[in-house]
C-alpha cells in the first residue's frame, strides 16, 4: 500500500488569521519541491518497513551549513570532505574575513591550533573554554589569543604538555621567547609533534585504543627514519600502522609542518576511533523516501520533510528537516550540513536514490553531517540460491556461474523471522518452501539487496496502479488504466475490502486554501468504503495470491477549483444537469452534474434543478487524466454567486432625492469608474430604482432606503451605486454609503483571498477588508466576495478604515513577452502541451497562486532543462519511469507557448545590483547590492560598507533579457540584474559574512 501525504485540510478563524506567517513558512520550505510524498522508485518497500532509528537534526543545522561554506574549500579541494566533516563536528573551524568564510588550507598549522584540534576530538573544548576565564590576560589581547591559552591549560592538565611549556605558552610577549629553547604557541607544529599529541589525546577518553608501539616495523618503509627523534618514535610507529599518517613518498617528514588541510585530513583517519572516542556511528544507505507534510496551529506552523534511508543493515532510518514559525513570524528550522556535487546545503538538498554517508551522535541521535556519494549504484545480480543457514544475520548465498558462492545482505523488508518468511518476487514464501538450488535474480543496490526474483515464477500476489476509469458497484469491479497505458479490470468483496482514501492537494493550496473556497464541502476521511472511489482518483490495488480479488485499496483524490458562467443547460430531472460554462479565459466546458451534487447559494443547499443559464459559479470537481488529452472531471460541489447580473456602471456621489412614485433615485455630484479612476463628472444623475431585490449597505451592514434617507445625509458621506443592464436601460442593483474620501488604487493581482472579510494585494502591505457590502465586479457581471480568487487582476477602491468599497476585475494588461509560471504537472501530451494542475505566476518580486489549471503548448523549440542539462523533448513524459506528472517545473511562457521548463527551487528572495566581475567559475559579482525584503516589499542596501554580492549561475538557473532567454555568456559588465534567490542574503550577511548566493531565476533590467 502507498504511503500519501497529507495536509491538513481544516483552518479555523484564527489560523485564518495567522496565513501570513504560514506563507513565509512556505515560502521557505517550498527549496523543498512542495508539498508530496512518493513512492521511492529505489526501494518500494521502505515506506511499509518499520523504521528502527530516528535522527533529529540541528537547531543549529543552518547556521553550521553556512560557517561551512568556506569560499577557499571549493568543491572539487581534495580535502573538502575531511574539512566540511570536521568542521560538522566542530573540530576544525575556519575564520570569517571581510564578511566571506575561509578555512586557509593552505595555511601551515600552529602548535596551539594542533592543541585545540585535538583536544575539541576529545570533546575538551568546553573545558578550555572556561579554563581561559582564569587566565592572566595582556593588554589589548584579542579573544582568539585568550582561547588558545585555554587549550594549552587544559593541554597540560592532561600530559599533552609539561607545565615549563604551558609557562612559556602563558607568556604574554612570545617575541622574547628562545625557538631553540622555549615553547613558542605560534610557532609551526612538527609532523611528529602531532603524532606523539594524538596519540595521548584519544587516551585520555578512549585509553587503548590506540597506544604508542616500541616494537618497530613500520617506520623501517620510510628513507627518513632516521630523523624521527627518539622520544617521538613509537607514537609515529602507531599512527603508521594505524593508518592515521602515512608519509608523502615514503618519506614522514618528521620536522615538517602540516597544513590546516592537512591536519583535517589526519583527524579523518583516525576514522573508528575517531568516532568510538567522540561517540558517533558512521553509517552509509540510500535515501529511499522523501516526504513533505505541514502542520498549521494557531500559534506555531510547522513544515516537515521526512526522509527515509535504507542503511547498510538493511534497516530504515529516519531524519527530519523542520521549519517552524511562530506569530512574531521567527522562523527555526533543525538541519543537518550536507556536502553535495554544488557544496554544502541542508537537508533539503537530499534526492531519492543518492548514496549517501551519514554520522549519527549515539547519545543526543542527532544527525550532524551527510555526504553525497553519488546516485545509486544497482546491479542484477544471478545465480544458484543455496540453504538460508544465515538468514537470521539478514543473509542470503547464492552460487554464480563459476560456482563460486557469494553473500549479501537483504533488505529488512525481504525477510520476516517472526513469521519465517521470504520474499521472492511480489510475495513471501515460508523459509522452508524457499527455492533453493533454483536460479534467482537479486537486485543489488549499493551491496544491499532489494529484490529477489525466481527465473520462471509466477507471481502470487500483485500490487496494481493507476487511474480509475470505471467503478461497478452492482458487479463489485474496478477498471483502471495503468501507468504504462494498459487497461485491467480488477474484481472486490465489499465486505472485506479495505479501502483509505486521502485529499490530493497541491503544495501551494498553501494548507487547506481549497477548504477555505468550499468551506462547506465535505472532503474524504482518511478509512472509507468502496463507494468512496470514484472516476479519475488514483488508486494503488493490493490483490490476493489469485492476483483477481482486491485486497485493500489506497486512492487519493485530485480537486481542482474553476469559475465560469453557465451558457448552456440540459436538464435530466432528477438525474442532474449537463451544463457548458464559459470559463472567461477563451474557454468552454462541458460538465454533467449529478442530481446529487450539492448546490450553494448563500450557503443555502438549492439543489441541482435551481441552477440557471446567466448564474456566475464556482465548481469544485475531482479531476482525472486517463490518457493524453482524455481527462474526466467529476463535479463535487457548486457555489452558485448570489448576484451573477451584468453590470452597466458605478457611480460615487452625493445622495439626493428619491422619488418613489416614479422609482427613481437622484445622486449629486456624480463621477463613473474607470480604469483611470472616477472620471465623467455630472451635476445629477438620475437612476431606475424598481428593479427588484436592490440591496443598501452602510459600513457592511444591510440597510433600508428610509434609514439612508434619514441618517445618512452628511456632507461627507459618499454613495457608490452599481448598476446591473436590464434590456436598453441600466437599472441599481447595490448602493453602499462609505464616510469620508476614497483612494483608488493602482491596479495589481490578488495575492490571496478567503472570500469573505479580507483579501491581499501584491502591491501593498497586509489585509484590505471585504465585506457583503463590498462592490464586486468580475468578467462584466456583479459578483459577491466569494468570487475573487488569487491572481485576479482588481482595480480596488478603498474607503476608510483599509476597507474595500470596491473590488473591480479587469482583464490582465500583458505588456510583457514573456510571463514566468511555476506549475505541478498533471498531464503532457508528448511533443505537444503540458498541463499543470495549478500554478503560481511570478508578478515583480511575488509568486501569486492560483488553484486553477493552466495549459502550455511544446514545440520542438521548447528547452527542458534540470539540475543534470537537457532533457529531450521525446523523454518529457508522463508514463514509465521518465514520467514527470507530479513534478514542479518554472515555465518561461511567451502567451501559452511554453519556451523553457526548467526543474528548479522555488526562490522567494531577491537580490537586485549592477555586474561588475563575471567570473569563469559560473559567477558573476554584483555593486551596489540591494536586497528584497518579502515582508515590507522594499528593497534596502545588503551592506552600508563595501556593498556587492556574489551570484552563483547552476545549469537550472534561467536568465531574461530583452524578453528572451540567454546564456551567462550573453551578459555584459554593467548590467543590472535581478535575481531570484533561495536565501534572504541579508540575514546570511549577518550570521556567517557569507554574500554568495545562487541566483535560479536573473533578469536584465
Known sequence: MVKICTLCAKIDSEVIMNRKRWIILLCLIYVMQSSWTSMAVTDRDILSDPVANVYKANILGQTITDNLSFSDVPVGHWAKDPITRLGALSIVKGYNENNAMRYRPNGNVSKQEALAFLLRVVGLEAAANQAAENIEVGEGEGLLSIWSKGYLQVAANNGLITQLELADGLIIDQTALDPAFNFIRSQNVSREQVAKWLVQAINIINPGSIEPIYVNNKIFTLSDWQSIDIAFVPYVEAVMQA????????????????????????????????YETLDKTVKGGIVGSISDAGVIGSINNESKRTILIRNDEGLVDQVDLIVTSNELNKISRLDVPVLGPNGVRGLSSLREGQSIVYIVDNTTLEMEYVVIKGDIATTQVKGVLQPLADIDNGNVTIKNASGVPITYKLSVG?????????????????????????????TVQNNLVTKIDQEGATPLSSEVSGIVKEVNTQFNFITIEKWDGGEVTKYFNRDQVRVEKQNYYDVEDEIGYIDEIFPDYRFDERDTGIEAIEVGDIVHLLMSSNGQYIEAISAKTNYNVKFGEIVSLVSYGAGGVNIRVNYGNGSIGTLNVDGFVPVLRSTRNIGVGNLQVGQMIKILMNQGVLAPGTIVETVKQIDVDPYGNIYARIYKGDLGYMNMATGTLSLLNTYHLTKTGWSGYNPMTDLELSGAGVEIFHNGNQISLSY????????????????????????????????????????????????????????????????????????NHIVSTGSILSPDYAQVVLAGQGRAVIVNVIPEPNNEAISVFRGRISNIETNREVKVESHAILKDMTWIYSPIQREFTLSYDTIIKDASGIIPLSDFIDYSELSKVDEVYTIIAEGTKATHLIKNPYATEGVVGEIYSINGDNTIRIKDALVYDSTTKLWTELSLTNNYATLELLTESVIIKNNKVIDMKDLELGDRVRAMVTVDLSEQLKLTGNRQATGYILFVE
Open 708 to 779: 439612508a434617507d434619514r441618517f445618512l445625509r452628511t456632507d461627507t458621506m459618499k454613495a457608490y451605486v452599481v448598476t446591473e443592464k436590464h434590456y436598453d436601460r441600466e437599472r441599481i442593483k447595490k448602493i453602499v454609503f462609505e464616510d469620508g474620501r476614497d483612494d483608488v488604487l493602482a491596479s495589481t493581482n490578488v495575492s490571496y483571498s478567503n472570500g469573505y472579510d479580507a483579501i491581499r494585494l501584491i502591491s501593498t502591505i497586509g489585509d484590505i477588508g471585504i465585506n457583503p457590502g463590498t462592490i464586486v465586479l468580475k468578467n
Open 414 to 442: 525481504l525477510y520476516n523471522l517472526e513469521e519465517r518468511q521470504i520474499k521472492i518476487g511480489e510475495y513471501y514464501r515460508s523459509i522452508d518452501n524457499a527455492p533453493v538450488s533454483y536460479t534467482i535474480t537479486l
Open 243 to 274: 593508518g592515521i599518517m602515512v608519509g608523502d613518498a615514503n618519506r614522514f617528514r618528521p620536522k615538517g609542518s602540516l597544513t590546516r588541510a592537512e591536519m583535517a585530513q589526519v583527524i579523518a583517519n583516525i576514522d573508528d576511533i575517531l
